[in-house]
Each structure stands twice: as C-alpha cells, then as structure tokens.
Nanobody
Framework: QVQLVESGGGLVQAGGSLRLSCAAS????????MAWFRQAPGKEREFVGA????????YYADFVKDRFTISIDNAKNTVYLQMNSLKPEDTAVYYCAAETSYSTDYVGGNKISDYPYWGQGTQVTVSS
C-alpha cells in the first residue's frame, strides 16, 4: 500500500505558473508508475500526464503539451507537475495517482482504472 499526498495548489493569475508535488509514503521500496489527473467542477476526472519510475518516459494529454512538465525525484519519493502558461480552464482539483510497476521504464495508462492508488487532491484556481 502506498499513500500519496499532493501539495502546491493555490490561486494564480492566467499566464502564471505553479508546481504541484506528490509525496509517496508507505511501500515506497516498490516502484510505481505515476500520473496526474484533474477534475474541474461539473466535469469528469481527466488524464493530464504520466511518468515512469525512472523518469525516462513521459506522456501528456494533448491539451497540456508544452505547458506542463512531469518529473520525479526518486530519492524523495516525490513526483512533480510543473504548470506554466496557466489558463482559467486549467482550474480543477489535481490528483496524483500510482500503480505498481515492475519495470522502472514502464509508464502507465491514461485511464482512471489503471491506477489503484490516489491522493486527496489539491485545488488549482486560475483567475482571468
């Protein structure tokens, strides 16, 4: 079992930046494929991006390409989501998710059902 705790959310003006963190604890001797999802008010939770445990493989939803970057610090058991050029439509609760991986280069899928472990979420609000 792994526990995930997100932080770093807040209020930012359009065009600004935020960096979200997701700290993993518990069975962190295992390797995990990590991902970020988000859920805007009245909308379904959607995939943002994913990263392998090694950090060598990433992929993103089309709507965040070139604006968001996912990275991982294995020594700290922490994954980050750097968000630049934020838009009001990026307003959402952002969730970190994990699935057990037996390969450090495995990057997970883009479905909610791919990930058994979830954080509680952190609110990001982008004002226009």
């Amino acid at each position: 079992q792994v526990q995930l705790v997100e932080s770093g959310g807040g209020l930012v003006q359009a065009g600004g930046s935020l960096r979200l963190s997701c700290a993993a604890s518990g069975r962190t001797f295992s390797r995990y494929a990590m991902a970020w999802f988000r859920q805007a008010p009245g909308k379904e939770r959607e995939f943002v991006g994913a990263i392998s445990w090694s950090g060598g493989s990433t992929y993103y939803a089309d709507f965040v390409k070139d604006r968001f970057t996912i990275s991982i610090d294995n020594a700290k058991n922490t994954v980050y989501l750097q968000m630049n050029s934020l838009k009001p439509e990026d307003t959402a609760v952002y969730y970190c998710a994990a699935e057990t991986s037996y390969s450090t280069d495995y990057v997970g899928g883009n479905k909610i059902s791919d990930y058994p472990y979830w954080g509680q979420g952190t609110q990001v609000t982008v004002s226009s």
